[in-house]
């Protein structure tokens, strides 16, 4: 039987939409009593306790977008610990009324961090070839597999010296149990900003990172052990992971190719994994889960096969844009440790704070694709989503709505998409290469705050972001849902630290009314859609919470 997994997503698009007077199938309150565990831990499986990154890392801001600028390092232990501390890693705790919660390094909807992480790597000094699970509470990995000797050679043979396999996974339950149905859309954000995240944090190493295309969610369950009933046993279904992807990290000249030799050889490495010894069980996260049965289909829908693997410069049909505007962001000269370590999500705005053009200007900048420089080199497609921004605060720039096109090609299919009446002129003193284009101008506040379910967190900022991606991509492939949500969250993540930089905040928003813009904007009855929000402007602190460093001296004083 033929499914049209294409139609069954959009139809889950539609029903997990919020609406002014219906808002998404949600949990109806907090069952706080079966709240997820936050860290999956594998007990019975060997550990390695990983050092921090050094505060004597070099590298600022800057540096990390200037191909070349950052020695790469040799894998081995140390670095490794510091690659996965600037990507997955514990930032900072936060503590009120007696309650204690982990701040990470890549944000989550809720902070509820749905996002697993394993790492498969050779043989490296200080540290065996295995298949390990990182958890990120106690900075250590899990080893999972340890290799045969010849499975170990053959993933020598594989991953070209100083190179590894990260692999990510979801579980569902850990968003759906606060948003219901909605989750889904979330955990897909989620893998985006992981993968934002694992791309600036290759960086800092002096290392690139590149999304695998080829592998079929089976590859990614199989090499990262998923569907082993004998480790899972009796586990609660809502408790697994669902596999999401494998991102090739090595020196920047080995990328592409190490990217294509795994992506031929995804057998092999299968076989590689396979064969070997399997270590731990996984701890239970909930004693009771609640079933989203719209969760489970939309997964299903959205399963992705083996595909044939493009090769990494080889074009996909549309223009390149033209080279970015070469405006220095202000805070490139900031260490790249420092900044990532101190990302926050804002939890409200002043609503006085406003952003310097040129600051706005490079920070856009930086949300377009260049060659070689974090993290858009970490997905193996060109930018499919694309920003409309709600200009409130900007100073030299009038309030009104605008358009980034982050593809040259996408300008006729949004020129046909928006609203007949907007000008699309180009704002005065826009610099070339940077295709900004102000679609109407006036105050945009009520707006923002209204279709942000009242949050005024959107109007309260310097500026609010939709992001709009053509579901006709679905036609290609019901997966591609989950890739558009994941360059959606890589794009949010761009933003973050890009405000952190410019010495402002951002925040994503996960609450919207989807169809409030799209009547705003004119794409009531078009494909194309509103993925996620985001919010940057002038933070106001919180200063009940208390606040502790994300590892303490024990893992500090690690070498």
Known sequence: MRVDAGGAVRRYHERSSHHPDRYARGPGFLDWANQPEAFRTWAGAPTVDLPLAGEDRPASWGDLHRPGAVPARSLDRGSLGGFLELALGITAWKEHGGARWALRANPSSGNLHPTEAYVLVPASPGLPAGLYHYLSRDHRLERRSTPSPDAAAALVRLLPVGSFLLGLASVHWREAWKYGERAFRYCQHDVGHALGSVRYAAAAQGWSARLLEA????????????????????LAQGDREHPDGLVVVAPPADVEGAARRVEGALGALREAVADGAWAGRPNALSQEHEAWPAIDAVALAT???????REPSQPD??????????????????????????????????????MPVLAFVALLARLLPRPGAPPWDVLPWRPRVHPVLFVHRVEGLPSGVY??????????????????????????????????????????????????CHQEIASDSAFAVAMLADLRGLDEGAWWYRRLHWEAGV????????????????????????DVVHDVLGLAEGSVRDLYRFTVGGAVEDRRLGALPGYGDEVRRRA
């Open 403 to 452: 358009v980034l096109e982050r593809e040259a090609g996408v300008h006729p299919t949004l020129h046909e998409a928006l609203r007949a009446s907007f000008s699309w002129k180009r704002p005065e003193g826009c610099p070339d290469g940077l295709p900004l284009f102000c679609l109407e101008e006036g105050d945009t506040r009520p707006l923002s705050r209204f279709a942000s």
């Open 491 to 514: 794009l949010g993540h761009v933003l973050y630290l890009e405000a952190e930089a410019a010495g402002v905040r951002g925040t994503g928003i996960g609450c919207f009314f989807d």
């Open 317 to 354: 049909g549309a223009a390149p844009l033209a080279p970015s505007p070469d405006v220095a962001p202000p805070g490139d000269a900031r260490s790249a440790v420092r900044l990532i370590r101190g990302r926050r999500s804002a939890v409200a705005m002043d609503g006085a704070t406003t």
């Open 215 to 234: 592998p079929g969610d089976d590859d990614v369950e199989a090499v990262l052990g998923l569907g082993r009933g004998e480790d899972f046993g009796e």
């Open 303 to 309: 399963a992705k096969p083996r595909t044939p693997g």
